[in-house]
């Protein structure tokens, strides 16, 4: 019996431990991360849809909200033409009432093929809104009355 139990004990699995064979572990540099790119600014893909060029209207609408401009229908326009959209194919609302007071909101389009591209700012909207719609029967963008874009 006395023979079985020394057989036993020396086939236990010695528990993991640290190692006694006197070497030492050094830990591994720290490897560097990978930077994220840089994001790209959006372009105009004059071969593409509306929907393509969402990207770049939104991001001009932004860049004319953010600036003392904000109220001025000119203003996304003149950016707009600068971004390469074609001034021939944009609409803008008046930025005054009929008796002189500032619009609540701006509206601003770009035909774009059989469809709108469409912008909405000022106080009564709170932030910009943009979006693509399907264009009018009649091949207009906007619904009632909007200004003469003759500058």
Not at 14 to 21: H, I, L, Q
């Amino acid at each position: 019996m006395i023979l079985a139990a020394l057989l036993l004990a020396g086939c236990t699995i010695p528990a993991p431990g640290p190692s006694t064979t006197g070497t030492t572990t050094t830990p591994a540099e720290p490897v560097p991360s990978a930077t994220a790119p840089a994001p790209v600014a959006p372009i105009l893909v004059p071969d593409g849809t509306a929907s393509d060029n969402l990207p770049l209207f939104t991001s001009v609408t932004a860049a004319v909200w953010a600036t003392e401009e904000r109220t001025a229908g000119r203003a996304y326009i003149d950016a707009l033409v600068s971004a390469g959209f074609d001034k021939a194919a944009m609409q803008v609302t008046n930025d005054l009432s009929t008796v002189g007071n500032a619009a609540e909101s701006i509206l601003f389009s770009v035909r774009w093929g059989e469809e709108c591209l469409v912008g909405q700012v000022g106080p009564a909207t709170g932030e910009p809104a943009t979006i693509v719609v399907p264009a009018l029967a009649e091949g207009n963008c906007l619904v009632g009355s909007t200004r003469p874009i003759d500058w």
